[in-house]
C-alpha cells in the first residue's frame, strides 16, 4: 500500500484494521517475543502502525525502534505511549530501496506485508534482511491465501453474504480481479491486498537471506470471515500465518 492510503486510514486505525494482538488467543506471537526478551537486546517493529504491539515490546527489550510509513500512525502511537521511554519513532517506508532503516537484534512484523505489488513487496523482504542482525529472529503474521480461498469456498457454498460477494463487474474489472487472484492479491474492503501460501513464505524467506523455523497459524473466530457465521463451522477456523525465521 502507498503512503498516503496509511496517512487517510490512522485516524479510524482501530476501527478499520483487523487487530491481530486481540484476535490471537493462544497468544503465540506474544509467546515467541518473551523467548527473544533480553534487556540488553533490540527490536525493531516493522509496520508498527498506531503501536498496539508497543506495550508488549518496551518493558522487554532494552531499545524499540517503532518504524511505519504514515507519519500519523507514528503520532497517534507516540501520544498513546508516553510512558515507554525506551521507544524510537522512525518513519520509512521499507518498498524503498534508498529507505534509512537501522538494524536490531529482533523483529516483527504484524501484518505489514501486504501491498499487491510483486516490487514493492521485492523490496520490502530485501530490507527485512537489512534491518535485522545475523542471527536474529523475526515474527511475521502474514494473510494466509489457503485460508481467504477456504472462507470463499464455504460462503459460495453455503451462499453466505452473497450482497457481497457477488458484486457485478464489467468484464474489465473482472479481467483485473482475476490477474490479481493469480498473484495472491484478495479484496479486503474492496482493496486488494496480498496473501501468502505456506509454501510460498518458506521460499520468499530463504531466498531473502532467511532460515524459517516455525510456521504455526493464529486462528481467529468466523465472526472475522461472515456477517453471519453459521453454527456447522465449529471444529475449524480461519487463520493468518505466523512465521518465525532467523537471518542468516
Known amino acids: 500500500m502507498k503512503r498516503n492510503y496509511w496517512e487517510k486510514i490512522a485516524?479510524?486505525?482501530?476501527?478499520?484494521?483487523?487487530?491481530?494482538l486481540h484476535n490471537d488467543k493462544k497468544a503465540l506471537i506474544r509467546s515467541e517475543i518473551e523467548k527473544l526478551a533480553s534487556?540488553?537486546?533490540?527490536?525493531?517493529?516493522?509496520?508498527?502502525?498506531?503501536?498496539?504491539?508497543?506495550?508488549?515490546?518496551?518493558?522487554a527489550f532494552k531499545k524499540v525502534m517503532a518504524l511505519d510509513i504514515s507519519a500519523k500512525n507514528l503520532e497517534i502511537a507516540r501520544q498513546r505511549y508516553p510512558e515507554y521511554t525506551n521507544v524510537e519513532y522512525l518513519r520509512a517506508n521499507m518498498s524503498d530501496k534508498k529507505a534509512k532503516i537501522p538494524k536490531a537484534d529482533?523483529?516483527?512484523?504484524?501484518?505489514?506485508?501486504?501491498?499487491?505489488?510483486?516490487?514493492?513487496?521485492?523490496i520490502f523482504f530485501e530490507n527485512l534482511k537489512r534491518c535485522i542482525r545475523k542471527g536474529g529472529t523475526v515474527i511475521l503474521s502474514i494473510p494466509s491465501l489457503e485460508s481467504n480461498m477456504l472462507s470463499t469456498v464455504i460462503?459460495?457454498?453455503?451462499?453466505?453474504?452473497?450482497?457481497?460477494?457477488?458484486?457485478?463487474?464489467?468484464?474489465?474489472k473482472a479481467q483485473e480481479k482475476w490477474n490479481q487472484i493469480r498473484q495472491g492479491n484478495k479484496d479486503i474492503d474492496d482493496v486488494p491486498h496480498k496473501h501468502f501460501l505456506k509454501e510460498e513464505l518458506q521460499l520468499i524467506l530463504n531466498m531473502a537471506g532467511f532460515e524459517v523455523s516455525r510456521i504455526e497459524k493464529i486462528e481467529y473466530g468466523w465472526d472475522t470471515e461472515f456477517l453471519k457465521p453459521p453454527a456447522f463451522l465449529k471444529g475449524i477456523k480461519p487463520w493468518d500465518w505466523m512465521v518465525v525465521a532467523v537471518r542468516k
Open 39 to 59: 534487556p540488553e537486546k533490540t527490536v525493531i517493529d516493522i509496520g508498527c502502525a498506531i503501536g498496539k504491539w508497543l506495550p508488549v515490546l518496551s518493558p
Open 106 to 122: 529482533h523483529g516483527i512484523c504484524i501484518n505489514a506485508i501486504l501491498t499487491p505489488s510483486q516490487k514493492d513487496r521485492d
Open 155 to 172: 460462503a459460495t457454498r453455503w451462499k453466505l453474504d452473497q450482497q457481497i460477494l457477488n458484486k457485478k463487474m464489467t468484464s474489465a
Open 11 to 20: 485516524p479510524a486505525y482501530d476501527d478499520e484494521i483487523f487487530d491481530v
